[in-house]
């Protein structure tokens, strides 16, 4: 069953809505970006049709343009969509200076990976779905990425105290 634009969106615009909102935390911001993501899909509306369910279509054209947006403003507002509860984040003062440290680091698309699997609890098959990249290849730069956020984790290790 094909779906017209207009059906598109009355189906589907709560569902984006939701997803902008939990990136971006706030109503106005959310309720634009929504248009905003419509506006994206209409354009490759032709192109859709053949590669994925609606849904996850529109939620990883809604996933990146929340993600730019926030990139946009500053790598800081990045970091905090990044946690479900910020004020957590926020009491250990030490871990989440080394984590902004590193999501500074992260490519648009690595912050879209850490987002959908570390954020959202995404499946492999899940993200693979949503970024349009086989299960494999999304595994490989999984733990690609898993590896790079642990060395960048781990403490600097100065001349000094190593060759004592």
């Not at 207009?6 to 971006?24: I, Q």
């Amino acid at each position: 069953m094909a779906l017209g634009v207009g059906e598109l969106f009355e189906r589907y615009h709560g569902v984006v809505y939701r997803r902008c909102l939990a990136l971006l935390r706030n109503d106005a911001d959310a309720a634009e970006a929504v248009q905003e993501v419509f506006v994206a899909a209409l354009s490759g509306f032709g192109r859709f049709r053949l590669h994925a369910a609606p849904l996850t279509w529109l939620y990883a054209i809604a996933t990146r343009h929340c993600l730019q947006q926030l990139r946009n403003r500053s790598a800081r507002e990045v970091k905090h969509a990044l946690f479900v509860d910020v004020e957590e984040a926020r009491a250990d003062l030490a871990a989440r200076t080394d984590l902004e440290r590193v999501l500074s680091t992260l490519s648009l698309e690595e912050l879209e990976l850490v987002t959908l699997a570390f954020r959202d609890g995404l499946t492999q098959e899940e993200i693979s779905e949503v970024t349009r990249q086989s299960r494999k290849t999304v595994g490989k730069k999984l733990t690609r990425l898993t590896e790079k956020l642990q060395l960048s984790l781990e403490p600097e290790v100065s001349p000094v105290r190593a060759a004592g």
